[in-house]
């Protein structure tokens, strides 16, 4: 069956560096073809670091009138039991998150680290499956995040992709770089 519109749902998860930057690979690629992309960004915002709060590939993406985005988060990882403020935001996003697919100037959104959300218990991965199933048949959504598999999810999606590290600089103790992990 060949199928040329939108409507399908992507997931890019792993332990590998790239599954937002996949994510926002497909949306310069969107955005050059037209179509109007919605970043809605889970647990991503609010350290007070004004170049970790607006990213490069955000303020790059930013520049182009097809693009737009909207950041929830509260300035820090979650480490252990998330803060209330932690499972508030979470909650805030996945709400904007359900709003933003029922706006007709979108055609893809990216909801990116929710997988995260579920890995670290701030959403069900019932959350995730109802979002799936609620998606106007129009609609691109891509899911982003998490280093475990969520099969229910992945059995919904059309195109899984895991991304998986062989070796990070990380894991050498070499912080995140300007430009290349922010």
């Known amino acids: ?8 749902t992507q997931v890019f998860w792993g332990n590998g560096k790239g599954k937002t930057t996949s994510a926002l690979g497909t949306a310069l690629r969107a955005c050059g073809n037209g179509f109007k992309v919605h970043l809605v960004q889970f647990m991503k915002n609010g350290t007070g670091n004004p170049e970790i709060d607006n990213p490069g590939e955000i303020r790059a993406l930013g520049k182009l009138p097809e693009f ?5 988060g509260t300035g820090s990882w979650i480490i252990g039991k998330p803060t209330q403020d932690q499972i508030e935001k979470v909650k ?23 997988l995260y959300a ?10 995730v499956l109802k979002l799936i199933d609620s998606k ?25 992709t895991e991304i998986k590290k062989h070796k990070h600089p990380y894991d050498s103790g070499f912080i995140a770089r300007k430009g290349m992990e922010y």
Request: aromatic letters at 10%.
């Open 1 to 8: 069956m060949i199928h040329h519109g939108l409507g399908f």
């Open 92 to 114: 805030d996003a996945l709400s904007y998150l359900k709003s933003a697919l029922n706006n007709s100037e979108y055609d893809i959104i990216i909801a990116d680290e929710i």
């Open 68 to 72: 737009t985005y909207k950041r929830f």
């Open 136 to 160: 106007p048949k129009e609609k691109e959504l891509i899911l982003t995040g998490s280093h475990i598999p969520f099969p229910n999810i992945f059995a919904k999606a059309e195109l899984v």
């Open 118 to 127: 579920v890995q670290l218990g701030l959403l069900e991965e019932s959350d």
